[in-house]
């Protein structure tokens, strides 16, 4: 067990809507990390917040948006969805800003399948 | 602009019998890398890095990595492979230059281990 707990483990919804991912990261750990698995895409880093602010950026859609909160969970939202979308989300977290460690603990992910 | 490459799709290998998985990165200045591995349903999980110091760095469930500046390679091995190995490989490195990737790390795309009884 990583420590890092994401919910729902199971999503299917249809094109169009909205959905909110949520982490929680392991107790201590202030940078949030997601990531998109994807058969086609592989894996794609999406965003990074650390102590509630926005550090970095990588392939994340404009429909797409994150957040962290003051007790340092973050919230992925995907709106307007598409088939495309359907994917493994993963959310990792990590102690420190920068990742010179590299030890990234991972989420058992959230599975999105868009109908 | 960093990137890896895992040449491989899937290894097969008995059990017992060495195992080897591939990677080369390309960064502007020196990497850090690392090896990931994820089990069915499961999240990737740390095995080990490489930043800086000795070459052949030895990690968790008995797996090393040899970083090998000259040929771009960071190789996974274990000497004796597992059937509980099996799993899905990630090579990622990180470009310690471009202060604008802090966050990420960048992923090669996989490697499929079977190791057979």
């Known amino acids: 067990d990583s420590g890092v707990t994401q919910t729902p483990k199971h999503l299917i919804t249809a094109t169009g809507q909205r959905v909110t991912l949520r982490c929680s990261p392991r107790?201590?750990?202030?940078?949030v990390y997601w990531y998109q698995q994807s058969l086609d895409q592989g894996l794609q880093f999406l965003i990074q917040?650390?102590?509630?602010?926005?550090?970095a950026k990588g392939n994340i859609l404009e429909r797409f948006s994150a957040q962290q909160f003051p007790d340092l969970h973050s919230e992925l939202n995907l709106s307007s969805l598409e088939l495309g979308d359907s994917a493994l989300y993963f959310c990792?977290?990590?102690?420190?800003?920068?990742?010179?460690?590299?030890?990234?603990?991972f989420g058992e992910g959230s599975r999105l399948t868009v109908l | 602009a960093q990137s890896v490459a895992q040449p491989e799709d899937q290894v097969n290998v008995a059990e017992g019998n060495p195992l080897t998985v591939k990677c080369t990165y390309s960064?502007?200045?020196?990497?850090?890398l690392f090896w990931y591995v994820q089990y069915p349903n499961r999240g990737l999980q740390f095995l080990l890095k490489?930043?800086?110091?000795?070459?052949l760095v030895k990690g968790s469930y008995g797996f090393e990595a040899e970083f090998n500046k000259s040929q771009t390679s960071f190789h996974l091995k274990k000497p004796s492979a597992l059937v509980s190995d099996s799993a899905l490989y990630f090579c990622?490195?990180?470009?310690?230059?471009?202060?604008?990737?802090?966050?990420?790390?960048?992923f090669g795309a996989g490697t499929q281990v079977v190791v057979t009884p």
């Open positions: 990792a977290s990590s102690v420190g800003l920068a990742v010179n460690t590299g030890e990234l603990f």
């Open positions: 107790s201590g750990d202030l940078s």
């Open positions: 917040y650390y102590n509630g602010e926005e550090r």
């Open positions: 960064v502007s200045g020196n990497p850090y």
């Open positions: 490489y930043i800086t110091g000795d070459n």
């Open positions: 990622a490195v990180r470009d310690p230059m471009t202060t604008d990737s802090w966050g990420k790390l960048q």
